[in-house]
């Protein structure tokens, strides 16, 4: 596979980085990740969008405009020579004189192979264990996931696939993804402490067509009302969850409700650019 990196379009294993680099030595760094359907980039300007703001955020320049990051997305799709891939932006605070000071981002873009899918895991859905902690900055995807990685073994002696956070009383996201409940008929998601998914935005827009959505801070308490809880991401669609802590969701199965957005995102994508006749 090949990789942009600061201009040039090289195989990703003759790219690298000088150990000077600030995501290095300050954690000061931000990526997205996003994929194709039918070879066309899924969402492509939400994607864009929410990459630019974010490094507005950490006041790093972009040195490609949308236009040429699309034409750059073109090369590496075509080199991939591949049915559909992934992509990974990362934007670094660069090399650094004193450790401290942006002086120029380094701009990293890798076609990536798709992860395995996990369609038991779509089908029997997933545990997750609460854990009390707000990312900083959460409207951005930082390069820092020190928490997933050093809870890793104990998620899998646990039997479970990852973490739900959550502070004063208030649910926020996974440590990659959103987090829903159903209450019946109604679709509930916190509004606060998150990164706004895009497939997150979706799928709410696929809910609004069948059920009452709720968009609001969601109380730890209320997690033992749910009938329905599920997450949503670029690689898990619409992944029920049927356990959280000790807690089984509903009746520790996916529920119907999940089961139909899953149903309908997935027709989504799988017609996803296609040109109908």
């Not at 994929?35 to 703001?53: L, M, S």
């Not at 559909?84 to 380094?106: C, E, H, K, M």
């Not at 993804?177 to 998914?197: E, M, Y």
Request: aromatic share 10%; with cysteine.
């Amino acid at each position: 596979m090949h990789c942009y990196f600061n201009g040039d379009i090289i195989p990703v294993e003759q790219a690298s980085v000088k150990i000077n680099d600030l995501a290095l030595l300050r954690g000061y760094g931000l990526f997205d990740y996003f994929r194709t359907y039918n070879g066309v980039p899924f969402e492509w300007d939400g994607y864009w969008a929410r990459f630019t703001r974010s490094a507005e955020v950490l006041r790093l320049p972009v040195a490609l405009t949308q236009a040429q990051t699309a034409d750059v997305l073109a090369e590496l799709y075509k080199l991939a020579d591949k049915p559909d891939i992934a992509y990974r932006f990362v934007l670094t605070g660069g090399y650094s004189p004193d450790s401290v000071s942006v002086v120029q981002p380094n701009f990293l873009i890798i076609a990536e192979n798709l992860p395995k899918d996990n369609p038991e895991g779509r089908y029997r859905g997933i545990k997750v264990l609460p854990f009390e902690f707000v990312r900083d900055l959460p409207e951005l995807k930082s390069t820092n996931y020190l928490h997933m990685i050093r809870l890793a073994a104990e998620m899998k002696s646990q039997g479970a696939a990852d973490l739900l956070y959550h502070k004063d009383g208030e649910v926020s996201e996974l440590t990659r993804s959103n987090f829903f409940i159903f209450k019946g008929d109604t679709l509930i998601t916190p509004d606060q402490n998150i990164l706004h998914g895009i497939t997150r935005r979706v799928v709410l827009e696929l809910a609004k067509k069948d059920f009452k959505v709720e968009i609001r801070p969601l109380k730890v308490e209320e997690l033992e009302e749910a009938d329905e809880a599920f997450t949503t991401s670029t690689t898990k669609w619409v992944m029920p969850v049927v356990q959280i802590g000790r807690q089984i969701v509903g009746d520790g199965k996916p529920g119907v409700r999940t089961l139909k957005l899953l149903e309908q995102f997935e027709e989504l994508v799988t017609g996803y650019g296609l040109v109908k006749a």
